[in-house]
C-alpha cells in the first residue's frame, strides 16, 4: 500500500524551531520529486518547497525561503523540512506530496497532513 505520513508537527512559540518529516511506505521515495504545502485556515494551499529526485535542487516559496529547508534521506526513505524562525503566518497543516514524474506541481500521492501551530 503506497502511503506518505507527516509528523514533527506541534505547537511551537515565535522565532521557534520544527522539523517535519515525510515517510514514505509502499515506494521508494529516491525516484520522485517530493513537495511540502500548507493550508492556514480559510486560505488556498500553498506549495512551499520542493525536492527533484533527478539532481536534489530545490524550490521555496519566498514565504519561507531563508528560513526552511527541505532535505532527503533516501536511506531512511524519509524526506524532511527543518522549520526555523517560525512565525504566527506560518500556522497551517502541512502535507507532503511525491510525484513520480519529477515535477513541484503535479504530485501522484499525497499524506495526511501534519498541524503546526505558532503561537505564544
Known amino acids: 500500500q503506497v502511503q506518505l505520513v507527516e509528523s514533527g508537527g506541534g505547537l511551537v512559540q515565535p522565532g521557534g524551531s520544527l522539523r517535519l518529516s515525510c515517510a514514505a511506505s509502499?515506494?521508494?521515495?529516491?525516484?520522485?520529486?517530493i513537495g511540502w504545502s500548507r493550508q492556514a485556515p480559510g486560505k488556498e494551499r500553498e506549495g512551499i518547497s520542493c525536492?527533484?529526485?533527478?539532481?536534489?535542487?530545490?524550490y521555496y516559496a519566498d514565504s519561507v525561503k531563508g528560513r526552511f529547508t527541505i532535505s532527503r534521506d533516501n536511506a531512511k526513505n524519509t524526506v524532511y523540512l527543518q522549520m526555523n524562525s517560525l512565525k504566527p503566518e506560518d500556522t497551517a497543516v502541512y502535507y507532503c506530496?511525491?510525484?513520480?514524474?519529477?515535477?513541484?506541481?503535479?504530485?501522484?500521492?499525497w499524506g495526511q497532513g501534519t498541524q503546526v501551530t505558532v503561537s505564544s
Open positions: 525536492i527533484s529526485s533527478s539532481d536534489g535542487s530545490t
Open positions: 506530496a511525491a510525484s513520480i514524474a519529477d515535477l513541484c506541481d503535479a504530485y501522484d500521492y
Open positions: 509502499g515506494f521508494t521515495l529516491d525516484y520522485y520529486a
